[in-house]
């Protein structure tokens, strides 16, 4: 397993811009696969999109051209790049990672982060 750390989280006004960070400490953090959930009030976790170890990327199709997941390997970090917010994507965002699976179920993925919430204002 890898700890990961969530940053980046605050208020940003419909249609704004916001970037989220999970910094891991991991030896081989190229090695893992990321994925980034996020759950609003009173609703299930929600897939939101990942990458894999050769960058590619997936994303649901609620936030997909609105959203970009990246990484920089070098700095053990992920990237959620948010654009074009909207109210409902209120949520607190979660970042996971697993050395050996990757998809859209939250089951798939060994370590979690802490959450960080990001709060769209109308």
């Known amino acids: 397993q890898v700890m990961l750390v969530e940053s980046g989280g605050g208020l940003v006004q419909t249609g704004g811009s916001m970037r989220l960070s999970c910094a891991a400490t991991?030896?081989?953090?190229?090695?893992?696969?990321v994925a980034w959930f996020r759950q609003a009030p009173g609703k299930e976790r929600e897939f939101v999109g990942f990458?894999?170890?050769?960058?590619?990327?997936y994303y649901a199709d609620s936030v997909t051209g609105r959203f970009t997941i990246s990484r920089d390997n070098a700095k053990n970090t992920a990237y959620l790049q948010m654009n074009s917010v909207k109210p409902e994507d209120t949520a607190v965002y979660y970042c996971?990672?697993?050395?050996?699976?990757?998809?859209?179920?939250?089951?798939?993925?060994?370590?979690w982060g802490q959450g960080t919430q990001v709060t769209v204002s109308s």
């Open positions: 991991a030896r081989a953090f190229s090695n893992y696969a």
């Open positions: 996971a990672a697993d050395s050996g699976r990757i998809g859209t179920s939250a089951n798939l993925y060994s370590s």
């Open positions: 990458i894999n170890m050769a960058k590619g990327t």
